[in-house]
């Protein structure tokens, strides 16, 4: 537990971020900021305040399908520096993996993650130009295309992170300031749940090791 010396006062890091999130949570439930202050014992600009502090965009939820992707790192650090809230970027080989393993589950999850995709405002999709077609007459005018290749496509292809960019600029809005940290929720953690089944083991364990580092 981290502590500071203010004064002849002690202060708990730990304490402070407790209560934090507390507050978030209790607004991401839906309690207004009078409801949170009143039962936090804080002022309602203090609500405000924590909210405006942590805030990474506005506007609709935006989510992210891409495969099969050569720069997956690179896709991923743009869409993470628009604070997307689904992502979900494969590479051939993670691909393949997922093919190669029980049809029931893996038919079991691609209606899962139809049905997640269903409740996001705007979805942008890097796919093959006979994938991007039907992904929209699943999803509907709320997708957003960017093919990246012919059908069928069996190896990575490249993407211009630049390009793909501007097109996230475009529908998700300008990103925050770097040094703000990105609000975590239930939300989030369903989405990068859902998200990280569909990888590999190993590959989601090096990731979460990576993370941490």
Same mark, same amino acid.
């Not at 002849?8 to 971020?17: A, N, P, Q, R, Y």
């Not at 050569?70 to 790192?73: P, Y």
């Given at each position: 537990?981290? +502590? @500071?010396?203010?004064?002849?006062?002690?202060?708990?890091? %730990?304490?402070?971020?407790?209560?934090?999130?507390?507050? +978030?949570?209790?607004?991401?439930? %839906?309690?207004?900021?009078?409801?949170?202050?009143?039962?936090?014992? #804080?002022?309602?600009?203090f609500v405000s305040f924590v909210e405006t502090l942590g805030e990474i965009r506005r506007g609709g939820r935006v989510a992210l399908v891409g495969f099969p992707i050569?720069?997956?790192?690179e896709v991923r650090a743009v869409a993470e520096s628009h604070a997307l809230d689904f992502v979900l970027v494969m590479s051939q080989r993670e691909r393949e993996s997922i093919e190669n393993g029980p049809a029931a589950d893996m038919f079991n999850q691609l209606l899962e993650t139809i049905a997640t995709l269903k409740d996001y405002d705007v979805l942008v999709v890097l796919a093959s130009d &006979?994938?991007?077609?039907?992904?929209?007459?699943?999803?509907?005018?709320? #997708? #957003?295309?960017?093919?990246?290749?012919?059908?069928?496509?069996r190896d990575d292809v490249r993407v211009d992170v630049e390009e793909l960019d501007a097109v996230l600029a475009s529908v998700a809005g300008a990103p925050a300031r770097q040094s703000r940290r990105r609000?975590? %929720?239930?939300? @989030?953690?369903?989405?990068?749940?859902?998200?990280?089944? &569909?990888?590999?083991s190993g590959e989601t364990a090096g990731r979460r090791k990576s993370s941490k580092k």
């Open positions: 537990m981290r +502590l @500071f010396r203010i004064g002849d006062k002690v202060v708990s890091l %730990g304490k402070i971020t407790d209560a934090v999130t507390a507050i +978030l949570e209790d607004r991401e439930t %839906g309690s207004t900021q009078e409801e949170v202050a009143h039962s936090h014992g #804080v002022q309602r600009s050569e720069n997956t790192d &006979w994938r991007v077609r039907t992904i929209e007459k699943i999803l509907g005018s709320e #997708v #957003v295309s960017m093919p990246i290749g012919q059908s069928p496509l609000k975590v %929720g239930a939300a @989030f953690r369903e989405a990068a749940d859902l998200a990280g089944r &569909w990888m590999p």
